[in-house]
């Protein structure tokens, strides 16, 4: 009986410590959070290389089998980061790719993640290039079914080819795949989506410059519960590309494309 329990007191003393040092380091991140009204931007940049080193140390330090654990810690570290307006303002978003590499690297299959990495580090701390090359890598452990709706992990990629990057040809493979794994499943929400996806894809195919491609694009970003500083900007890019928004009686938005692609 007793050697039957110590791999279960084993596995609980090495949770209570990865946990520990997760509260040990988090005063840091919370210390930057309190004291946004006062700190000057020199404070806040030595706070920012601290939580960069924090990150670093995570990254190296052996999970113990508690990848998930420690993502899932990290992920929230990471909402405190980048929900602190006041805060990003003077130092900017560049530690958002780092709060992802390690992320996705213990959870690639971290669906709400990719999404987050997209925003975050392709529109706020405009590194789509790394955006990109984290979702590569994680696409590696995914696969249609695995996590459900992983299909939206290259639609996320399409996007910031698309938009950030303007790599058409790319963005049209990334869709086409968003396609054929969406098509896999009959629910209405998968029969949308491989269906949006594989029309953008024929935009491009068509035409890489595709005005509607672009638009339909912007509407995704624009309707995917993005905050308020994202919606502003896929409304302007919509207008720009000659696209118009119309609030429904519903309250949700209805793009009208342009005469002429």
Known sequence: MLLQRKPIATSFIICVSILGIGLIQFP???????????????????????????????????SFGYENLIA???????????GDDKVRDKTGYSLSPEYFELILE?????LAAYRSLSISTSL??????RTIALSEK????????????????????GVDELLFLGNAKA???????????ASKFSDSESQLVANTSQRTAEFLSRNPNSKYAQ???????????????TQKRAIKEIEALGGKI?????????????PKD
Not at 72 to 82: K, T
Not at 140 to 156: A, C, F, H, N
Not at 171 to 181: D, G, L, R, T, V
Request: no cysteine; net charge positive.
């Open 28 to 62: 840091q991140l919370q210390k930057l959070i309190d004291s946004k009204q006062s700190a000057s931007l020199e404070t806040l940049e030595k706070e920012i290389k601290s939580e960069h080193l924090r990150l670093n140390f995570l990254k190296k330090m052996p």
């Open 72 to 82: 899932d810690m990290v992920y929230l570290n990471f909402l405190q980061y980048f």
């Open 106 to 110: 213990r959870d690639p299959r971290f």
């Open 124 to 129: 706020y701390a405009a590194m789509p290039e």
């Open 138 to 157: 994680g696409l590696k452990s995914l696969s249609p079914s695995v996590p459900e709706r992983s299909y939206y992990v290259w639609r996320y990629k």
């Open 171 to 181: 963005a049209q493979q990334s869709f086409a795949m968003a396609a054929n794994w």
């Open 215 to 229: 638009i339909s694009t912007w509407s995704m970003v624009l309707n995917n519960h993005a905050d308020e500083i």
């Open 246 to 258: 119309v609030t429904t009686a519903e309250g949700t938005n209805k793009i009208i494309f342009p």
